[in-house]
Structures are given as structure tokens and as C-alpha cells.
């Protein structure tokens, strides 16, 4: 069951939220609020590199989308010494003609950071993504 929610802003806030809203695909301002404030909450549980501690370790899926030509910086990524890879995936998506790559990975959170960063500078890398698991004190694993 739905429960309403409210807050205030000014016109210019209102404009520049519905003008957010309208680029990013979201039909209603609820539905935006909602995954933004989650993914807010998230970022600020740890879930975000860069408000992580360097020396943490944190653990999730990068993901690597990219040209043909790259493929042996991210095999030396897979083989680094600063991260764990514990598993690996390639896919090529014919459509968007761009090939994707998985990796459930593990390390300490300045080192992950700085693999998307060199990632991110890399020509022909597309977009890359980290998305840190949860933390927890206690669950299914």
C-alpha cells in the first residue's frame, strides 16, 4: 500500500527535478524519488567507491563495455594482483555492435577504484561500472 510523501521546494528546484526526471526515462516523479533516494542511501552505506576507504575491501560486479581492441588491457585486469576475479563473462551485443564484460570481483576499494578510473581513460572503453554488494552482518553466504 502506497503512503504519500512530501516536501517543499522552490520553482527553480521544482523545474530542474522535472527536467531530471523527463532525461532519465522516468515516468513520474514517485517512481525517480524512490531509486534516488535508494541509490542515495546505498552511496552513503558504502556502497559507493568513492566515499569508500582506500583500505576496505569491498566486493561487487564491474562491468565493461567496450571495442574490439581492448581486450588485452582487460585480461591484464584479470590477472592483476590487486584485485580477486572470481568469475568472468564476455558477451558481444549485436545490436549496439559493443562488446560487454562481467566480473565478480574483490579488493580493497582504492584499488577497484583505481582499475575503473584507468578504465574509464582507456580509448575505446565505452562505460564502465562497479556495483558494490550490499554490506551485511549476516546472510544467506
Given at each position: ?17 522535472d ?9 513520474n ?10 541509490h ?102
Open positions: 500500500m502506497s503512503r504519500v510523501i512530501s516536501f517543499s521546494g522552490d520553482k527553480e528546484f521544482a523545474h530542474r527535478l527536467s531530471i526526471i523527463e532525461n532519465s526515462g522516468y515516468k516523479r514517485s517512481m525517480f524519488l524512490r531509486d534516488a533516494s535508494l542515495f542511501a546505498d552511496a552513503n552505506r558504502g556502497g559507493d567507491l568513492s566515499t569508500m576507504d582506500a583500505d576496505s575491501v569491498t566486493e561487487g560486479v564491474l562491468v565493461i563495455f567496450y571495442q574490439h581492441g581492448v581486450e588485452s588491457k582487460i585480461l591484464d585486469i584479470r590477472h592483476s594482483h590487486s584485485i580477486q576475479v572470481s568469475s568472468y563473462n564476455h558477451n558481444c551485443l549485436n545490436e549496439s555492435h559493443t562488446c560487454v564484460d562481467t566480473m565478480q570481483i574483490r579488493g580493497e576499494a582504492g584499488s577497484v577504484n583505481d582499475i575503473v578510473e584507468r578504465l574509464k581513460n582507456t580509448n575505446d572503453v565505452d562505460r564502465v561500472s562497479f556495483v558494490s554488494a550490499p554490506l551485511r552482518e549476516a546472510g544467506c553466504c
